[in-house]
């Protein structure tokens, strides 16, 4: 199994649309996609595994990623959700995911892909960020994220999530809202 992609189940019926968890440092992407992964028997890919040092570096002294950072990163992890949905028949990826462009190009990986945004108060995330200790991303990045956060337009496959309830709500929301969408249905169980 590689590095950043953990828990598939070849042996589940699942659809090959791989789910992206979107939106800013510290909303709860890693969080929902394992929840997610599991409900759904596919494999989790951690976009975060998939940073080059550099980039690592950069978001440990809290200095935003800048396009030309990103682009090599998100290749990264469209090949690695690409491996997952070829080889388990599903994905469920934390990742970013800010801007529209970043999306146009992991569609353009990979095909058709669902996006849910998770998104809420900004003093909420502040204080997740804050209480959260084992990771390199502190409440430093949040700003400049959120600046350029670009919400899902009409023609994109998915929906915006409210993070100001019990996780366990969300992962129900996100998996009603899948299987409206006709995503990976006959995987839930
Ligand atoms: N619905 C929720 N209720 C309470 N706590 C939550 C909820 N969702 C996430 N958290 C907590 O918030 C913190 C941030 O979540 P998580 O690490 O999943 O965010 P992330 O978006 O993956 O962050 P990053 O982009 O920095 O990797 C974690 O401590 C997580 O347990
Ligand atoms: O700049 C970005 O797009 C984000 O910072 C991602 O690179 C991070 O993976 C994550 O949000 C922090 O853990």
């Known amino acids: 199994m590689d590095h950043g992609e953990t828990g598939g189940n070849a042996s589940r019926p699942v659809a090959a649309s791989p789910v992206f968890v979107m939106g800013v440092c510290g909303v709860g992407k890693s969080l929902l996609a394992r929840r997610l992964a599991d409900a759904l028997g596919v494999a989790m890919v951690e976009a975060d ?19 030309a950072d990103r682009l090599p990163w998100l290749d990264a992890v469209s090949a690695a959700a690409k491996r997952q949905v070829q080889s388990t028949g599903g994905a469920v990826v934390a990742c970013s995911c800010l801007r529209r462009a970043y999306r146009d190009r992991i569609r353009g990986a990979l095909g058709n892909s669902v996006f849910l945004h998770l998104a809420g108060p900004r003093a909420l995330i502040a204080e997740r960020l804050a209480a959260r200790t084992s990771h390199f991303v502190g409440a430093g990045l949040l700003d400049s994220q959120l600046d350029i956060l670009e919400p899902l337009e009409d023609d994109e496959s998915g929906i915006a999530l409210e ?24 995987s839930i169980v």
């Open 163 to 186: 993070i100001n309830v019990p996780i366990d709500d969300v992962v129900v929301t996100a998996l009603d809202e899948l299987r409206r969408m006709g995503a990976p249905a006959q």
């Open 49 to 67: 595994d998939f940073h080059s040092d550099e980039n690592r570096r950069k978001m440990a002294r809290d200095l935003p990623l800048t396009d």
